[in-house]
């Protein structure tokens, strides 16, 4: 998957349960992202990360907890007060350089369903 | 905050005829334009960027364009083919210290054969 894995592809969650996406980077970015997808709509930031051991919130974090304990690694948990989790969910990477923009590197996408 | 607007949300071509989106952005010190594709149940992929320093850059059939007096930048797809269609996102970066990118709300494009 480009450097970039994801896991598992598929998960089923079923009402008050919470669940944790995985994912794992071997690009030595210093940068991961986590975005929610919703059938024919577009990518709204959940959360992200420029640095081990801080992350920031982004547009729709309610609901969803996430760590950064190594460089690698940025997994996403839905807790059972995000009372609609079924989505597709992507996590990307990327450089940082200050303030120079570089394009992220996505991973192949977890589909949530609740049952 | 940066707000980026595409246009439009969907468009259909025949095939061998050209397409265009456009996408204008709201922080006049945004730096980096990305475009991405995404194909049905697939993850995004980069496809071209350009930066604020630069007007126009092309990449076999596919360019892009950037007006930084007007805040917009525009994907042109030359001699479009089956395999374009897909789903297109712009993104903008503020010229700030790190990456986060603001994404358009996306475009689908239809070539039909």
């Known amino acids: 998957d480009g450097g ?9 969650r079923k009402e008050g349960q919470n669940v944790t996406l995985s994912c794992e980077q071997n690009l030595n970015h210093d940068a991961m992202y986590w975005y929610r997808q919703d059938p024919g709509q577009g990518l709204r930031l959940i959360y992200y990360s420029q640095i081990v051991n801080d992350f920031q919130k982004g547009d729709i974090a309610e609901g969803y907890s996430v760590s950064r304990e190594k460089k690698e690694s940025f997994p996403l948990t839905v807790t059972s007060a995000q009372k609609n989790p079924t989505a597709f969910y992507l ?3 990327s450089l940082i350089q200050g303030a120079r923009g570089y394009g992220y ?3 192949s996408g977890t589909r949530l369903t609740v049952v | 905050g940066e707000n ?3 246009h439009p949300s969907t468009l259909s071509v025949q095939e ?15 730096n980096y334009f990305p475009w991405y594709k995404q194909e049905l149940g697939k993850r995004p992929q980069l496809i071209i960027d350009i930066r604020s320093n630069v007007g126009e850059k092309k990449d076999q059939r596919i360019a892009v364009t950037l007006n930084k007096t007007a805040k917009h930048f525009s994907l042109h797809i030359t001699e479009t083919q089956p395999e374009d269609s897909a789903v297109y996102f712009c993104a903008a970066k503020k010229g700030e ?8 709300a996306g475009t689908i494009l239809r070539v039909k054969s």
């Not at chain 1, 970039?4 to 089923?12: A, R, V």
């Not at chain 2, 210290?97 to 358009?104: E, I, T």
Request: hydrophobic fraction near 30%; glycine fraction near 10%.
């Open chain 2, 4 to 6: 980026v607007e595409q």
């Open chain 2, 16 to 30: 061998g005829d050209s397409a265009v989106i456009k996408c204008t952005y709201s922080d006049s010190a945004s």
């Open chain 1, 105 to 107: 590197t996505f991973g």
């Open chain 1, 4 to 12: 970039i894995t994801q896991s598992p592809k598929y998960l089923f």
């Open chain 1, 91 to 93: 996590c990307a990477s």
């Open chain 2, 97 to 104: 210290y790190g990456n986060k990118l603001v994404f358009g």
